[in-house]
């Protein structure tokens, strides 16, 4: 990890920033969903796989992650739509060396979304597996404190410090399977796994991607 770069009125910049993005990101699934011919509702635990680069501890721990998806086309086994994603991570506290890292990252996205299932099977659960590519929003916290009798070298001090506090847009890729089962004629259940990539470029992090798993059941409509 790298000394203190920014000032944590960034925070507030890059808190706004995401808030921005989410809404936008609102507004294209809402324009969807006008014309969708199903909506699917997940929600889960999710996990980050990427480490820091000195500790090799996790950015963060499991935490909370959901998804709406709207698929506008479909015939008996593919469905083509649109996911809105958002993942907020557990914060992931650790120490390293001398000094104590608290991490805090979350993530949405909006991706174009393929999924395979075959709708006209005659059996109660359903295999599924579905695949996006699209943009991806993270945003990055890291804190560091001092452990009791040390300071910092390049100023004798001991302040809890800011070392990264950014954001990025970068691609967003999503790989999953899992099953499904129908509730009637119009409402059905999912139950998936997700692996999920968002390219990342924030000074001082030293990743270029970021990584999670996610777990999630899900609840869809037909129209």
Not at 82 to 110: C, H, M, P, R, W
Not at 181 to 197: I, K, P
Request: proline share 2%; with cysteine; charged share 20%.
């Amino acid at each position: 990890m790298k000394s203190a770069r920014k000032d944590p009125l960034t925070l507030e910049k890059t808190l706004k920033k995401f808030i921005y993005v989410f809404f936008i990101f609102l507004l294209c699934t809402s324009a969807i969903h006008a014309q969708s011919k199903s909506f699917v509702l997940n929600i889960g635990g999710t996990t980050p796989q990427t480490t820091e680069n000195d500790s090799g501890e996790k950015i963060g721990t499991t935490g909370l992650g959901w998804s709406a998806q709207s698929f506008t086309t479909r015939n008996d086994k593919l469905h083509f739509g649109l996911e809105t994603a958002f993942s907020y991570f557990g914060d992931n506290t650790f120490t390293y060396s001398d000094v104590k890292y608290t991490f805090k990252t979350s993530a949405i996205s909006l991706s174009g979304i393929i999924k395979y299932s075959d709708n006209q099977a005659n059996a109660n659960i359903r295999p599924m597996f579905f695949g996006g590519l699209g943009l991806g929003f993270f945003v990055a916290e890291a804190k560091a404190s001092l452990l009791p009798g040390y300071v910092w070298s390049n100023t004798g001090t001991t302040e809890k410090r800011t070392i990264v506090a950014d954001s990025s847009i970068g691609y967003n890729v999503i790989l999953g399977a899992g099953f499904e089962g129908d509730f009637s004629e119009r409402y059905f259940w999912n139950m998936a796994g997700r692996y999920t990539l968002i390219g990342v470029d924030i000074e001082d992090f030293d990743r270029t991607s970021v990584s999670s798993l996610q777990f999630n059941l899900g609840f869809g409509v037909l129209y």
